[in-house]
């Protein structure tokens, strides 16, 4: 369906830009992210006569990011919030400074409940009165469903964003707003290389585009949506199997990819 207005967090690369493209070209949108030089280009590639769209750098690291994009985002009729901003460090957790780990937490959770609590009033009434639908989408992760050592804190961002998700959709049953977790397994983007992940074979990792149409095409039909025919099995068995299998199943694929992300270092 088509949106008036959509926030994309998280826009200047990846999933976040894959979504700026997707949607329709009648939406307006205000796209964040710090990069401001990449939130221009993008901006201006995606400008068309009549679309409103607005650029806003921000850290969502921190309190002034995120207030500021909460207040321009107040002055828009957003009826598509799209909380997809997010970081992880592949490191053991001990190696890993606490600001980098408290960072994963204020973008990955806290940026998230913020803007969905400053802006959902806004969204229900004028999809109260205009008769037409809003949506929240949060972008999650299959790594919601699993232990991930060596990414411990990302992975249980990632079950907060699920959880989050799911019971606000509980929440909204019957009122005009859908609310959506996005599960995508791995994606080709800078997630990979900025988390210090070892790169996977090309076949193994999605495309953003695949992404984000599996994620416009579910909202509204879903709360819960795992990219990808083989991540969904995946993700269900996940809930079946017994919790000491799956976490030493993990902490094999994590050393696993810790020897090959050090190969490929060497
Ligand atoms: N790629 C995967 O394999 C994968 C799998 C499952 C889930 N996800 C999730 O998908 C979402 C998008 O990631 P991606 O794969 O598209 O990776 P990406 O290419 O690295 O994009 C991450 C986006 O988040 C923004 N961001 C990071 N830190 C920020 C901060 N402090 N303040 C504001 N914006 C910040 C980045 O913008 P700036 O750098 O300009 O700030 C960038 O636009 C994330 O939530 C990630 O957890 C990714």
Known sequence: MGYGFALITGATSGIGEAFARELA?????????????????LAEELAEPGRQVETLAADLAGDAGRQALIARAAELPIDL??????LG???PFVDNPAEREGEMIQVNCLAPVLLTR?????????????????????????????????LATYTATKA?????????????HGVP????????GPTHSNFF????????????????????????????????????????????????APRPLLQAGARRTMRRWGRRRRAGED
Not at 26 to 38: H, P, V, Y
Not at 163 to 172: N, V
Not at 200 to 215: D, F, I, S, T, Y
């Open 81 to 86: 919030l799209i909380n997809n901003a997010g």
């Open 160 to 172: 907060f964003d699920l959880s989050f998700a799911e019971s606000l959709a509980g929440e909204l």
């Open 89 to 91: 460090y592949f490191v």
């Open 193 to 240: 290389d900025r988390s210090g992940l070892p790169n996977l074979k090309p076949a193994a990792m999605a495309n953003p585009r695949q992404v984000v149409r599996e994620g416009l095409a579910a909202l509204g039909r879903r709360t819960v949506h795992v990219v990808g025919g083989t991540n969904r099995l995946a993700a269900a068995a996940t809930r079946l």
């Open 25 to 41: 070209r009648t939406t307006g949108l205000l796209l964040t992210g710090r990069d401001e030089a990449r939130l221009a280009a």
């Open 177 to 184: 707003v859908d609310v959506l977790a996005l599960c995508p």
């Open 118 to 150: 400053a802006l959902l009033p806004g969204m229900l009434a004028r999809a109260t009165e205009s008769g037409r639908r809003a949506g929240v989408i949060v972008v999650a992760s299959t790594a919601a469903f699993y232990p991930l050592p060596g």
